[in-house]
């Protein structure tokens, strides 16, 4: 069993910031899932998913697919396109983006995803609610340019939606809190247990 730290989303984010280069971690998200318009036409209830994920941070895109290539017996001439949304911190795993419609800048956390447990759903009043349920509005995720037979998973999520992040046993659980965009990775003091 890990250990269990409360940090604040500020704590989490100095952290991110501090990791000494590729890091594999396990987080917990809780997210509104996205469901076609036909779904709230009927009346019912946003739906909440909970997913617990292992998946490695501070990755390099075109490596990864390049070495997934070689795996495979292909030729390895994948090349990322230049990113074309958000802001990337330098050095760490968070993009910024700020949306048009609010202008508000929003942190998000990449990964590239390793695992994923089967997640939970519930209705906006906690009520669960099985994946079968809502399984036909959901949306499908677009194709891959890899050229890959095993897709390279990467995926963002806004940090406010992740609630727990455990990294060299050492499980952290996230509580709300007033953030600050940092514009590069800056020396701070992390306890010396939370590296251990």
């Not at 594999?24 to 036409?41: E, G, M, S, Y």
Request: glycine content about 6%.
């Amino acid at each position: 069993m890990p250990q269990t730290r409360t940090i604040t989303r500020q704590q989490f984010i100095d952290i991110l910031c501090n990791l000494p280069g590729k890091a594999i971690v396990k987080f917990t998200t809780r997210t509104q899932q996205k469901l076609k318009a036909a779904w709230k036409n009927t009346g019912n209830q946003p739906v909440i998913k909970e997913s617990s994920i292992l998946g490695v941070l501070n990755f390099h895109y075109t490596g990864e697919v390049n070495e997934q290539l070689q795996f495979e017996g292909a030729a390895t001439d994948f090349t990322a396109l230049p990113p074309t949304w958000g802001r990337q911190i330098e050095r760490t795993p968070i993009c910024v983006h700020t949306p048009q419609s609010t202008q508000v800048e929003t942190m998000y956390m990449y990964a590239k995803i390793e695992e994923t447990e089967s997640p939970v759903y519930y209705l906006e009043d906690n009520t669960p609610i099985s994946a079968d349920e809502i399984r036909g509005y959901m949306y499908s995720h677009g194709s891959s340019r890899q050229g890959t037979e095993n897709e390279i998973v990467v995926r963002k999520w806004k940090l406010e939606n992740i609630t727990s992040f455990t990294y060299r046993g050492v499980q952290h659980l996230i509580q709300p809190s007033p953030v600050t965009v940092p514009e590069a990775p800056v020396a701070i003091q992390v306890a010396a247990e939370q590296h251990v």
